[in-house]
């Protein structure tokens, strides 16, 4: 069905580069590839959980059980550091290939980010207007647009019938402060460093 539509094809990924069929890696298409602090992706897992189960009745998901799956790598796609060590690993292998950018670049650069984006996908904004592409860009794709689309407010999904409305929140940077205790921040902090080493990688928000 996929191969059915016309060029070009997005197809979208919570797999680790590893899970992927050889046929995909050894395509030649483009990978790009999205990181976020792991206490910011804590905490958003936690409230994505947490709406799915209280739709059914169940008594929420306590925040001390979501740090303890994290921190175990007890994940649906498996462990994060491992996951996202992957992509970064093989972005450096072939960078015209797979491109790593981070969600707090995004939040901070944003234009500079899509910019870098655009280049990647062989797709850069013209000379002439190039800002006011990129705003447009960056307006169609924004969170607060994207939650009043009537789709994502009512729409619920073909495959794993979970609304729309459940993939959108807040969208900030370091949210995990209004969460996280100091305890679940340190431990998260030192697995990060732990995992992180010699790789070159920096996650810190």
């Known amino acids: 069905m ?71 790598g007890v994940l649906p796609f498996g462990p994060f550091y491992e996951h996202v060590v992957g992509y ?17 670049d995004l939040w901070r650069e944003s234009k500079e980010q899509v910019k870098k ?12 207007d190039g800002d006011g592409e990129v705003e447009k860009v960056l307006w169609r794709s924004s969170l607060d647009r994207l939650k009043e689309l009537e789709v994502n407010k009512s729409g619920v999904g073909e495959l794993n019938h ?18 996280l205790t100091s305890q679940m921040a340190q431990r998260i902090d030192h697995l990060t460093e732990s995992k992180l080493q010699g790789t070159g990688l920096s996650l810190d928000d």
């Open 88 to 104: 970064w690993e093989e972005s450096w292998r072939r960078p015209e290939e797979v491109l790593f950018l981070k969600y707090e």
């Open 162 to 179: 979970v609304p729309n409305a459940t993939f959108f929140r807040r969208g900030t940077v370091g949210d995990w402060k209004n969460h």
């Open 2 to 72: 996929l191969l059915d539509s016309p060029p070009p094809r997005l197809l979208h990924t919570h797999l680790a580069y590893s899970c992927l069929p050889e046929v995909v890696r050894e395509s030649g298409c483009k990978f790009v590839y999205l990181a976020r602090n792991p206490k910011d992706t804590v905490v958003s897992m936690w409230h994505f959980y947490n709406k799915l189960l209280t739709r059914g009745g169940p008594e929420p998901f306590p925040l001390e059980g979501a740090v303890e799956s994290f921190c175990s």
């Open 117 to 128: 984006l655009a280049s990647f996908l062989g797709k850069s904004f013209s000379q002439l």
